[in-house]
């Protein structure tokens, strides 16, 4: 006899245009991850723990749906911006390099000015990408 297994499901709610729920606020990746959480902890709780299996979206994706979904033409810079690789060209990262002090200082003024029109854009999502590859930079990673 085989052991009975159970898989729990999940996706998280994204607000979407035309609905009752249109107005609704979209919710940050770590909220999506601290729900994702609590549902994993009670899961836990269960004597059957090791029987039960729990999937859920990813929250980066979650919110990337909700971006589009409720965006406007604005969001098509945005996700211009986002798309383009290491490289500039779009075909593929090139192996990073150390960067000069002037070089790494002229890239962090170039994203300082694509995270504020971003954020004029889109609010906080691709700002907050920005932000981090700003900061990395900046501790020299």
Known sequence: HGRC??????SFFVPKPFTPFQWAGMFRKEDYLDK???????????????????????????????ILARGDRKVADVLEIS?????GKGKGKKKKRKLSAI????????LTKEMKAAAKLLEFEHAAYL???IKELQEGK
């Not at 902890?41 to 979206?57: D, G, W």
């Open 5 to 10: 297994q159970i898989v729990v499901s999940t």
């Open 36 to 66: 994702a959480k609590v549902v994993k902890e009670e899961i836990r709780a269960q004597l059957n723990q090791k029987s039960i299996k729990y999937n859920y979206h990813e929250a980066d994706v979650t919110v990337l749906e909700g």
């Open 83 to 87: 798309s383009h690789k290491e490289d």
């Open 103 to 110: 070089e790494r200082r002229q890239e962090i003024e170039k």
């Open 131 to 133: 932000r981090d590859k």
